[in-house]
């Protein structure tokens, strides 16, 4: 016997039986580019123009390095759940597949390119 | 079914000849600039990568960021980012129930048209004085 009611098994699944979390992670990292949104704006305009010494010394800074580094981590995040819908949308069997796969090796790809650019930037600035 | 006029009656309405109600336009325009803004991201890490990468790397990469190409990827980057933040905000109150009305989504379908050109703006002027 179980003591879960059906309630309880239902609530949060919707009629697909699955597709709640990944709204939320829409609604949540939605919520964090909001605000993540002008800050990086505001930190790339700043950069641009710059010498290289200049570019390498301002994305070391924490300020500038941690906007840089969430605005491009939480925004493939968002990237690779938001392409995720359009696949579903306009593809079916193996070209789907292949085209999640494709989106989310493209999106972590860009994460880890953005990240070793600036995790180096900080180090070149610590060792002058 | 002999006397029926097959020939004179209303059609549904195909995406060729239905004028799309702005709410639908500006609700497209959010999934377009989504997936454009990869340009965008994609030529700011190369530039990135470019600046540790030495200085033969920054200056190819600095000099396509400087160029009118790169001038106009990242302006319309910077529209495709103001305009996909607003109609997510707008999406959000979408989500809360607010705003469903077919009135008030043509309203805030132009404020996020217009709201966006003028951030766009905003961030030039910024950019370019500051």
């Known amino acids: 016997m179980r003591y879960i009611t059906p309630r309880k098994v239902a609530e949060g699944l919707g009629a697909a039986h699955s597709g709640t979390e990944h709204h ?12 993540l949104t002008p800050a990086f704006l505001l930190v ?24 840089t580094a969430l605005f491009v981590i939480v925004g493939m995040i968002h990237f690779i759940k938001g392409t995720r819908i359009m696949i579903d949308d306009y593809f079916r069997g193996t070209a789907r597949k292949g085209a999640i796969i494709i989106s989310v090796i493209f999106g972590w790809a860009v994460i880890a390119a953005a990240v070793f650019a600036l995790a180096k930037m900080s180090f070149i600035n610590i060792a002058i | 079914m002999a006397d029926v006029n097959r020939g004179n009656r209303p059609l549904s309405p195909h995406l060729q000849v239905y004028k799309l109600p702005v709410a639908a336009v500006t ?8 997936h454009a803004l990869v340009a965008g991201i994609l030529l700011i890490v190369w530039w990135l990568l470019g600046a540790v990468s030495g200085p033969r790397a920054f200056a190819t990469a600095d000099w396509v960021v400087r160029s009118w190409l790169g001038f106009l990827i990242l302006t319309a980057s910077a529209w495709a980012l103001w305009y996909h933040a607003l109609a997510g905000i707008r999406h ?15 309203k805030s379908s132009w404020a996020i048209i217009i709201g966006s050109g003028v951030m766009t703006l905003i961030s030039l002027i910024l950019f370019f004085i500051g």
């Open chain 1, 44 to 67: 790339i305009g700043t950069a641009i123009g710059l010498p290289r010494e200049a570019v390498i010394g301002y994305f070391g800074r924490p300020y500038p390095g941690i906007i």
């Open chain 1, 24 to 35: 939320w992670a829409m609604t949540v990292s939605s919520c964090a580019l909001i605000l």
């Open chain 2, 92 to 106: 959000l109150f979408y989500d809360a129930g607010i705003g469903l009305e077919i009135d008030e989504s043509r």
């Open chain 2, 27 to 34: 609700s497209i325009l959010t999934r377009v600039t989504g």
